[in-house]
């Protein structure tokens, strides 16, 4: 039972599933209830999953987050947003089930069977402007990425005082390229190999960065570092004080933003024992685990770059030239599987709708057959030709004009965590677990829901005003 500052009891999560004995259900023994092939996932599958799923590009911006806010709040606001991310989890794992005991295969799935379908239009909407954002996102980091290799070779070569330009915008047009390629696969069962990839990737280019920031920190002299972050009248206004903090709470939230996959992930685990007890546990190993993890990034990055921390931690370093490579070569890789897997339900939902809209024209239902090497026959469509390289279009178009690391993560953080990490699961819980309305539990949960919902206007806020003045200093499609 989690305890407040005033001693008053939090609310806890129930058991409000644990009771349907789906093993009674099962019709034969290579299947489950819902006759789907026997699930076979465990605790152990399950953490890994949520660990894999947290730990990404996000990790890259703590040590800056960490330099707005200071010894104090820094560490303070990252458990903060641990705890609220660990709690929502756990109440979402009880509503996985609808109450009439039908699975979830989805994040919408779940809202539509325990809220209905507004919620679910609400939710739709959410996860898809989410998507599309962190399509942009990704689109920025990896251009960054590849100029930083450029850099960090040339710095190597001529020294740190050389002018070593890259061009941000060749970089984009780069990634853009190979994911209209990759975007022609049809579905998720083509590219699971490329989100193995990307997973072993993040966890690669993040532990490189802690350990160059360990090493950073042992060569000395130590950056000036504050216990309230950058200083008024000496790194910053304070009226920019304010306003970077409530950008550094957006990049946090971006960070702990993975709430939308979770009901997947638990679709994946076996009947017995009860889904949502072995949930419950994967999310608290998950979210400690990744916790420690980002706290030592956040953290150690500040304490190697202090005040002056860069929006990217890994930019900061220049040698060994190597190894900074390799990083920056991890997040490419890592961050081309990634961009497939936050547009692949875009995809899936345009070219869907498209066709139950219009089922009757031969340009949005024909394929044809295509060998291609490696990869055998390839269904090619023209719709999904012309449609999906708009989209990897338009994205990196609007990556080129706004190519600003720490303001666009801060703004997709800020527009995805209230409605898709806190307020859905809590108004699904209360309605799963029927809570009365105005009890103490249900005045906890919705004062929660608000004060989240306040953090995230705030960092909102801050990052489109981050925007509109990174935009007024900037020339697009120019080398940097």
């Known amino acids: 039972m989690a305890v407040d500052r005033d001693g008053e009891r939090m609310p806890t999560a129930v058991n409000v599933s644990s009771e349907i004995d789906v093993g009674d259900h099962s019709r034969d023994e290579f299947l489950d209830d819902d006759g789907r092939a026997k699930r076979t996932g465990t605790m152990l599958t399950a953490s890994a999953h949520i660990i894999t799923a947290v730990i990404g590009?996000?990790?890259?911006?703590l040590a800056w987050a960490t330099a707005q806010l200071g010894w104090i709040a820094g560490p303070i606001v990252l458990a903060i947003f641990a705890i609220i991310t660990w709690y929502c989890s756990i109440i979402l794992a009880d509503c996985y089930r609808s109450p009439q005991g039908k699975r979830s295969y989805s994040y919408k799935d779940a809202v539509e069977a325990n809220l209905g379908s507004v919620y679910c239009k609400f939710c739709a909407w959410a996860q898809y402007v989410n998507l599309v954002g962190v399509s942009i996102g990704y689109t920025i980091t990896t251009a960054i990425s590849?100029?930083?290799?450029?850099?960090?070779?040339?710095?190597?070569?001529?020294?740190?005082?050389?002018?070593?330009?890259?061009?941000?915008?060749?970089?984009?047009?780069?990634?853009?390229?190979?994911?209209?390629?990759?975007?022609?696969?049809?579905?998720?069962?083509?590219?699971?190999?490329?989100?193995?990839?990307?997973?072993?990737?993040?966890?690669?280019?993040?532990?490189?960065?802690?350990?160059?920031?360990?090493?950073?920190?042992a060569e000395g002299p130590r950056a000036r570092t504050t216990l309230t972050g950058v200083v008024v009248g000496v790194d910053v206004t304070a009226t920019e004080k304010l306003w970077r903090t409530f950008q550094s709470l957006g990049n946090i939230a971006f960070a702990y933003s993975y709430s939308t996959v979770?009901?997947?992930?638990?679709?994946?685990?076996?009947?017995?024992?009860?889904?949502?007890?072995?949930?419950?546990?994967?999310?608290?190993?998950?979210?400690?685990?990744?916790?420690?993890?980002?706290?030592?990034?956040?953290?150690?990055?500040?304490?190697?770059?202090?005040?002056?921390?860069?929006?990217?931690?890994?930019?900061?370093?220049?040698?060994?030239?190597?190894?900074?490579?390799?990083?920056?070569?991890?997040?490419?890789?890592?961050?081309?599987?990634?961009?497939?897997?936050?547009?692949?339900?875009?995809?899936?939902?345009?070219?869907?709708?498209?066709?139950?809209?219009?089922?009757?024209?031969?340009?949005?239902?024909?394929?044809?057959?295509?060998?291609?090497?490696?990869?055998?026959?390839?269904?090619?469509?023209?719709?999904?030709?012309?449609?999906?390289?708009?989209?990897?279009?338009?994205?990196?178009?609007?990556?080129?004009?706004?190519?600003?690391f720490n303001d666009f993560l801060g703004l997709i953080g800020a527009m995805s965590f209230w409605p898709l990490t806190v307020f859905l699961p809590v108004e699904m819980y209360i309605v799963r677990a029927k809570i009365p309305r105005f009890s103490s539990t249900w005045n906890w949960l919705k004062i929660l829901s608000t004060i989240c919902l306040l953090v995230s206007l705030m960092a909102a806020c801050g990052s489109v005003r981050g925007l509109i003045q990174s935009v007024q200093h900037y020339q697009p499609f120019k080398s940097s």
């Open 57 to 61: 590009s996000g990790v890259l911006s």
């Open 146 to 217: 590849m100029g930083a290799i450029k850099k960090s070779n040339c710095f190597h070569k001529n020294g740190q005082d050389a002018t070593c330009e890259v061009s941000t915008t060749l970089n984009m047009v780069i990634f853009a390229v190979i994911q209209i390629l990759l975007s022609q696969l049809p579905n998720f069962h083509k590219i699971s190999w490329l989100s193995i990839v990307a997973a072993i990737m993040s966890v690669a280019y993040s532990s490189i960065g802690l350990g160059l920031s360990v090493s950073k920190i």
């Open 262 to 404: 979770l009901i997947e992930i638990q679709d994946t685990l076996r009947s017995s024992p009860p889904e949502n007890q072995v949930m419950k546990k994967a999310s608290s190993i998950g979210v400690s685990t990744t916790t420690m993890f980002y706290m030592a990034c956040g953290l150690l990055g500040y304490a190697a770059f202090g005040n002056s921390a860069p929006g990217n931690f890994l930019t900061g370093f220049y040698e060994p030239f190597w190894l900074i490579d390799i990083a920056n070569i991890c997040i490419v890789i890592h961050l081309i599987g990634a961009y497939q897997v936050f547009a692949q339900p875009v995809y899936h939902f345009i070219e869907t709708w498209s066709r139950n809209r219009w089922p009757e024209s031969r340009f949005l239902t024909s394929e044809h057959a295509v060998k291609v090497p490696l990869l055998g026959d390839v269904p090619l469509s023209i719709f999904r030709l012309t449609w999906r390289t708009l989209y990897v279009i338009v994205t990196a178009v609007v990556a080129m004009i706004f190519p600003f």
